[in-house]
């Protein structure tokens, strides 16, 4: 759907405040236009004609004082509306946006940095409630100022009203021109502005990786090329709308002024027609008031182009597919688990899994193991539908995962990822991600049960412990073992640990696989680890190299075996 309708869809449902705004806008524009017929009957009936009669006179210049002073109360009010109409609109946009973030692939968020989807749930949104404040107000007011004026003009004299039309065609072409090159302008710079979004989110985030390694200076000049790019469009932009703004506008004034007096001096000369003083005075009061919205038109060319540009750019955002989010509700797994054949590539025909297959049965704990890219994440990922394989098929209790809406397939899983991410909150909030259904005493038993309270207990607000971005003033241990205890706390009834104790001391890793071992009793277990002295106890290791399994077996089946997973054991322990 074309970004127009789309914003003429948003506009229905808040027509109500914009319709009554523009109501206001349009009887204030017209009253506004009635005060130089008041002034011509002032001159011509009381003045030129030598009849003065200051009774008259103040009741007109009263009326006209109060059609002035209704405009302005008019103009507020239509200011108000327009305002909230903008304001829900853009309300209802962002929350639009955000919701539809939630149901789209992970698979989006890898190809498109944070900083540039933060910049159009923001930045873009913004530009488009200025579409409806500023350009809308000003098109309208213009629009009907125009139309107005003509009427008035062809009531005045019709022959030079229409010599003034030819001014509506010029400013038609005059405005396809500048959209013809604006909206290709527009496009780099709102991209610009999103890659420098994107650029700044990624220093912040990596902000100890930059110093630690001095790049502040390299960092500074990536941006400083980024900013220069964006400052080079801005100034194009720039030069375009200078050289078709008010100067343009203020050409076609003059001539249109030079025909208005070559017209009328002739007239007065070679005819016999009298051109009085208040229609003299009327006509030069409405050619302005002509060309002031057309100035007006004109000056908002380019808000419209980066509204309209923005406006797109957010668009594309909800075009893109996603998953409603299901309500649907699936019993609790047993936890077998059956991978068939399953080949997956993130880029067509580069496969980073090639016909895997494994079974997985209820309260067994599986381990991957192997080199980095072999292939060890992309089987969880798999698991947790995150992505679907493209050959093969995986099953839950015999039923093909992706016959489950992926919320409910979900319900019954829980992970702890390797870089655990804790949001702004509590560690109770953290470990309960504000689910109603999971109590303070939940939460208190999921920390107990991982052994957290001993690495907490020095917190001095205990669960109430407030947690910054990430869980900046936290350990890594403490971080982990609160991401831990958030998986247990939603009772999965499959678990997937992805490389979970690589960043845990000695001394946390031992209270972890303590409480693993009492925590796995009918529930099934992946782990992914690089320690292979945490995973002697699984029922079932798997050795990847390069998106195959090349070995499989426990762990003393394995190292009996003499191959790849014998020489990994045997390097870690110190044995080779």
Do not use: C
């Not at 607000?461 to 407030?466: A, I, R, S």
């Not at 946390?508 to 945490?534: C, N, P, Y």
Request: charged residues 20%.
């Amino acid at each position: 759907m074309s970004t127009n309708k789309k914003l003429f869809q948003y506009t229905l449902l808040f027509k109500r405040p914009i319709l009554i705004g523009l109501s206001f806008l349009t009887v204030g524009v017209l009253t506004d236009l009635a005060g130089p017929f008041i002034a011509r009957y002032i001159i011509d009936h009381y003045m030129t004609l030598g009849i003065i009669d200051f009774q008259p006179i103040l009741i007109l210049l009263t009326v006209f004082l109060g059609l002035e002073l209704s405009t302005a109360v008019l103009r507020y009010f239509m200011y108000i509306y327009l305002q909230i109409g903008a304001n829900r609109i853009v309300q209802k946009i962002r929350q639009d946006v955000f919701g539809h973030i939630q149901t789209l692939p992970i698979e989006y968020f890898d190809r498109l940095p944070a900083g540039k989807i933060v910049a159009r749930v923001t930045n873009d949104t913004e530009a488009i409630r200025n579409l409806y404040v500023q350009v809308l107000q000003q098109f309208a007011s213009s629009t009907i100022s125009i139309l107005g004026v003509y009427v008035a003009l062809f009531l005045l004299n019709w022959k030079m009203a229409t010599i003034s039309l030819i001014v509506v065609p010029i400013v038609y072409f005059w405005m396809i021109g500048y959209r013809k090159f604006a909206s290709k302008y527009n496009q780099v710079v709102r991209t610009k502005i999103a890659d420098i979004n994107g650029m700044i989110n990624e220093a912040i985030n990596g902000m100890n990786i930059i110093q630690a390694f001095k790049r502040e200076e390299q960092m500074k000049n990536e941006f400083a090329g980024m900013n220069d790019e964006h400052y080079h469009y801005q100034r194009k932009l720039l030069f375009l709308d200078s050289a078709t703004s008010f100067n343009l506008v203020g050409v076609l004034r003059l001539i249109i002024f030079a025909i208005l007096i070559y017209y009328f001096g002739t007239q007065s000369v070679t005819t016999n027609t009298v051109i009085t003083a208040g229609t003299l005075y009327a006509f030069v009061d409405y050619i302005t008031r002509l060309f002031n919205p057309i100035v007006n038109m004109v000056n908002q060319f380019s808000q419209l182009e980066r509204s309209l540009v923005a406006s797109s750019r957010v668009f594309e955002l909800l075009n893109h597919k996603g998953e409603p989010v299901s309500t649907e509700m699936v019993s609790r797994y047993e936890g077998n688990v059956v991978f068939n054949n399953v080949s997956f590539a993130y880029k067509e025909d580069e496969y980073v899994l090639k016909n895997i297959s494994f079974t997985a049965k209820k309260g067994e704990t599986i381990a991957l193991v192997g080199h980095t890219g072999s292939g060890k994440s992309s089987i969880m990922n798999l698991l947790f539908r995150f992505y679907d394989p493209q050959k093969g098929e995986i099953k839950i209790d015999e039923k093909n995962i992706v016959e489950i809406p992926r919320q409910a397939l979900r319900k019954h899983m829980g992970i702890v990822l390797q870089d655990p991410y804790l949001f702004t909150g509590t560690i109770e909030t953290n470990v309960s991600l504000g689910d109603p259904t999971i109590s303070r005493k939940t939460v208190k038993k999921a920390l107990e049960a991982v052994g957290g309270e001993r690495v907490l207990k020095n917190l001095q607000k205990g669960l109430d412990e407030p947690v910054l971005e990430k869980g900046s003033t936290l350990s890594s241990g403490q971080r982990q073992l609160i991401s831990f205890a958030r998986a247990l706390a939603f009772n999965p009834a499959i678990l997937i640990l992805d490389e979970a104790t690589s960043n845990i001391d000695t001394e946390t890793e031992e209270i972890i696989q303590h409480a693993m071992d009492v925590l796995k009793q009918g529930r099934t277990t992946f782990i992914i680890a690089h320690r292979l002295s945490t995973i002697k106890n699984a029922d079932q290791i798997l050795v990847l190299d390069r998106g195959k399994i090349v070995e499989r077996g426990t762990h003393e089946e394995l190292v009996a075996l003499g191959g790849r997973y014998e020489k990994m054991y045997r390097l870690q322990a110190g044995l080779l």
